[in-house]
């Protein structure tokens, strides 16, 4: 007699085109009923191109049918809930895995001002270190900091095929609205020019073969930012926080973000830890203290690395050469290093599907 289980372990073995996980893994599958031979999958798929969809349905059709037992599959689909307010957010949906690009990470904060920017450069640079081909995509369009931190500039070029070329620093493929933009020129834009814009840098680019594209997300978690995680499969989200209270209570909305759209948080870093005295080697607790452990012990989700608040951290990246790549020596440098070693752990360990949600049957 077929059971539950021998579904699931069947389901385990399918993977969406062009997405890093199977459906078990990706929280596709809300229900399974299974009652004398007659089997109905129901399933909610995250943002996903219809052939993709119609492919992976085909293939849970063939594969559960193929099972002792079955007489009949029925899969019945429930599309993702929409975030409120995010007008025509479905027309964004549309766009799926970057040819290319292997896995794609976002890097978020629930706030402003916890150097979610510094993190997500310096992380960038840390996996070159590991031999990844990595892209870099500033998708802060109202204070992009790449230009400055990278020491990057001049306008991306537009190939014969009418294609937008990332500008190349340090080894990096990168692309931000800072390119575009004069120095003193402000981003006074509405939602819909934002979420066009990015998505043009996501479709429009030039990307080429990649192992990792890092998307710097804009601090927050509204519905401008729930609707950029949506735009392609994302391999994972990192999310930043500082160790103050007042951080780390709105770390919570980072992980209900990338919850929503069945994306695994790979880990939390704590920027600004401590600050160590360079003379004397005190250490200062100056914004508090074991607020991302907290955090990550109340979340289940692993604390990647404590970066301490050293000057060389702000004049590397004030200089356009960032520590990771002007003091590869720095015990800072080598901590990157170690957090970005961690991150493509998780994503082997999540690709594995290590992490199974329960299924409802």
């Given at each position: 007699m077929i059971t539950i289980d021998d579904i699931r372990e069947r389901l385990s073995e399918i993977r969406p085109p062009g997405f890093p996980r199977d459906v078990i893994a990706l929280g596709m599958v809300r229900g399974i009923d299974a009652h004398d031979?007659?089997?109905?999958?129901?399933?909610?798929?995250?943002?996903?191109?219809?052939?993709?969809?119609?492919?992976?349905?085909?293939?849970?059709?063939?594969?559960?049918?193929?099972?002792?037992?079955?007489?009949?599959?029925?899969?019945?689909?429930?599309p993702a809930a929409q975030p409120q307010g995010a007008t025509g957010a479905a027309a964004f949906n549309e766009l799926g895995p970057l040819p290319g690009v292997r896995d794609i990470i976002a890097v978020a904060s629930a706030k402003g001002g916890v150097g979610k920017s510094t993190v997500a450069t310096n992380l960038a640079l840390a996996l070159t270190h590991l031999g990844q081909r990595v892209g870099l995509l500033d998708c802060d369009v109202y204070g992009p900091s790449l230009p400055i931190m990278l020491g990057v500039s001049g306008r991306p070029q537009v190939a014969d095929n009418k294609r937008i070329l990332p500008l190349e620093?340090?080894?990096?493929?990168?692309?931000?609205?800072?390119?575009?933009?004069?120095?003193?020129?402000?981003?006074?834009?509405?939602?819909?020019?934002?979420?066009?814009?990015?998505?043009?840098f996501l479709k429009d680019v030039e990307w080429g073969e990649l192992d990792v594209l890092l998307i710097d997300l804009p601090?927050?978690?509204?519905?401008?930012?729930?609707?950029?995680?949506?735009?392609?499969?994302?391999?994972?989200?990192?999310?930043?926080t500082t160790p103050q209270e007042v951080a780390t209570l709105d770390v919570g909305r980072g992980i209900a973000m990338f919850q929503?759209?069945?994306?695994?948080?790979?880990?939390?870093?704590?920027?600004?830890?401590?600050?160590?005295?360079?003379?004397?080697?005190?250490?200062?607790?100056?914004?508090g203290s074991g607020g991302g452990a907290r955090i990550a012990a109340h979340y289940d989700v692993p604390l990647l690395g404590q970066i301490p608040l050293v000057p060389e951290v702000r004049s590397a990246g004030d200089a356009g050469k960032p520590i990771v790549i002007e003091r590869p020596d720095h015990p800072v440098s080598k901590l990157f290093v170690d957090i970005a070693a961690k991150v493509l752990a998780a994503i082997e360990?999540?690709?594995?599907?290590?992490?199974?949600p329960t299924i409802i049957g």
């Open positions: 031979g007659a089997v109905t999958i129901h399933l909610e798929p995250p943002a996903m191109p219809a052939p993709s969809l119609d492919a992976t349905v085909a293939d849970i059709r063939r594969a559960v049918g193929a099972l002792e037992g079955v007489k009949d599959v029925t899969v019945r689909v429930q620093k340090y080894g990096l493929r990168l692309m931000s609205i800072g390119f575009f933009l004069e120095d003193d020129s402000p981003v006074i834009w509405r939602g819909p020019l934002v979420m066009g814009l990015v998505r043009q601090p927050g978690t509204g519905d401008a930012q729930l609707t950029l995680v949506q735009q392609v499969p994302l391999a994972g989200g990192v999310v930043v929503q759209v069945n994306t695994p948080v790979l880990g939390i870093v704590e920027n600004m830890s401590y600050y160590q005295c360079p003379k004397c080697g005190k250490r200062e607790d100056l914004f360990a999540e690709r594995a599907g290590t992490a199974a």
